[in-house]
């Protein structure tokens, strides 16, 4: 059964750092292109980063580029997101989310997810 | 970018009802698209990938059509846990991208 758990949330002050962490089995971890997603509060779905199964390979969207850093640990079977000068607008619940398979550098649909984890970022 | 643009933004409908949801590319995405079904407080569910291929374990009555830009969902035969929110993604290209959102109410 494929399960995967986020890990790591919480509060934070603007400007503050936190790393999330999603421990996967049930599957070949390293086969598999992982994604973060996140929610804001009564908001939809906003894509943030995804990396291939081999981990060589990452995008990131504008929002986050340059402050927030996918990596994964395929030993581990463990997906990050390392969130750096974080700001109000990125308090969400955010969700690691498995590719389906299409290729090391390809990135297809998500077909399971975590259950999120909450970040507040308040001072 | 690639913007996708669900409408309804929200439909009321009532248990056995059919019930279609589209979604609209602002360019040519093949069938790169996929539907995920959400209820409050849980993670999305994958509904339809490819445009049109039921995942496994969905049930029937949910089916999706189109291409290139224009993409529907398809409720046949409404239940009682079908109400929730309906998200299109698209996967052709990065960033990639949901639309905004179809929330299903009962009437």
């Known amino acids: 059964e494929v399960q995967m758990l986020e890990s790591g949330g919480g509060l934070v002050q603007p400007g503050g750092s936190l790393r999330l962490s999603c421990a996967a089995s049930?599957?070949?971890?390293?086969?598999?292109?992982m994604s973060w997603v996140r929610q804001a509060p009564g908001k939809g779905l906003e894509w943030i980063s995804s990396?291939?199964?081999?981990?060589?390979?990452?995008y990131s969207a504008d929002s986050v580029k340059g402050r927030f850093t996918i990596s994964r640990d395929n030993s581990r079977n463990t997906l990050y997101l390392q969130m750096n000068s974080l700001r109000a607008e990125d308090a969400a619940v955010y969700y690691c989310?498995?590719?389906?398979?299409?290729?090391?550098?390809?990135?297809?649909?998500?077909?399971?997810w975590g259950q999120g984890i909450l970040v507040t970022v308040s001072s | 970018d690639i913007q996708m643009t669900q409408s309804p933004s929200s439909v009321s409908a009532s248990i056995g009802d059919r019930v279609t949801i589209t979604c609209r590319a602002s360019?040519?995405?093949?069938?790169?698209l996929a539907w995920y079904q959400q209820t409050p407080g849980k993670a999305p569910k994958l509904l339809i990938y490819?445009?049109?291929s039921l995942q496994s374990g969905i049930p029937s009555r949910f089916s999706g059509s189109g291409s290139e830009t224009d993409f529907t969902l398809t409720i046949s035969s409404l239940q009682p846990e079908d109400f929730a929110t309906y998200y299109c993604?698209?996967?052709?290209?990065?960033?990639?991208?949901f639309g905004q959102g179809t929330r299903l109410e009962i009437k």
């Open positions: 989310a498995k590719g389906t398979y299409c290729g090391d550098n390809c990135f297809s649909f998500f077909d399971y």
């Open positions: 049930g599957f070949t971890f390293s086969t598999y292109a």
């Open positions: 990396i291939s199964g081999s981990g060589r390979h990452t």
């Open positions: 360019q040519g995405i093949g069938t790169w």
């Open positions: 490819g445009a049109s």
């Open positions: 993604q698209q996967v052709n290209s990065f960033p990639i991208t």
